[in-house]
């Protein structure tokens, strides 16, 4: 089973632990009628693809991941939109979630993302990009000359003895966190299905793209079906 994808230049998703199987909807399902299944049969794949497609959602809610990812913050940013507001209504798809993440408070930042390539401003898509720049060199001679003296005027201030507190609210946006991210199934795919795809930022694509591998080895015939009515 896949533990761990490292993504972007340093960071990575990695699955630290899981409650449930494929047979858990089911049986969450069945309970209704005090049902019960041992073993996961073509019977049970049915009543799986009824759920999903008359979005029958709560029994894929049972079925929970628990994972460790390491991300610039502004790949952080967009995802802990789907952990924000989080309600507790039974059709919401926004909940059933856990995050906590690393302190700048408690300890120093000493890793920021660097792109490979830059990307070109998309012209008929707002908040896509869609190409490269022309000019690589002179994008990444800003790019690092920014970054670069945000980190050594944060390191100065640290020495200098400026609470970290303070201190880090000059770092740019590229610096590497790390949260704890806990979910159910079906918010796990519902950040898939929002973030996997064309108009989704590159850099938060990557992670979902590498989740989407990982769920697909922690439940299988779920993840497969769900994929299936969802043309995921």
């Known amino acids: 089973m896949i533990k761990k994808i490292d993504v972007l230049d340093k960071g990575y998703i990695e699955l630290v632990d899981k409650i449930g199987d494929d047979l858990t909807p089911v049986n969450a399902a069945r309970v209704s ?4 299944s041992n073993d996961y049969t073509n019977k049970d794949e049915k009543l799986v693809n009824f759920l999903i497609k008359h979005k029958h ?12 990812i390491k991300a610039p913050e502004f790949v952080m940013r967009q995802w802990y939109k789907h952990v924000v507001g989080a309600e507790t209504t039974s059709a919401h798809s926004t909940k059933d979630h856990a995050w906590n993440e690393i302190s700048g408070r408690y300890v120093p930042y000493d890793e920021f993302y660097n792109p490979q390539f830059f990307r070109k401003q998309s012209e008929d898509n707002k908040q896509a990009s869609d190409g490269l ?13 920014a970054q670069d003296q ?44 929002l973030r996997d795809e064309e108009t989704s930022q590159w850099e938060i694509r990557e992670y979902a793209i590498a989740l989407k591998d990982i769920i697909n080895e922690v439940f299988p015939k779920t993840t497969a079906s769900w994929f299936k009515n969802y043309n995921k």
């Open 33 to 36: 009628f005090d049902g019960y």
């Open 57 to 68: 959602f709560s029994p894929f809610r049972h079925q929970h991941c628990m994972f460790i």
């Open 133 to 145: 720049v022309t000019d690589q060199i002179m994008a990444r001679t800003l790019w690092c000359e």
């Open 150 to 193: 945000a980190i050594i005027s944060y390191k100065k201030m640290l020495e200098m003895g400026v609470a970290r507190e303070q201190a880090r609210s000059i770092l740019p946006l590229t610096l590497y966190t790390k949260v704890y991210w806990t979910a159910s199934f079906q918010s796990i795919m519902n950040f898939i299905e």
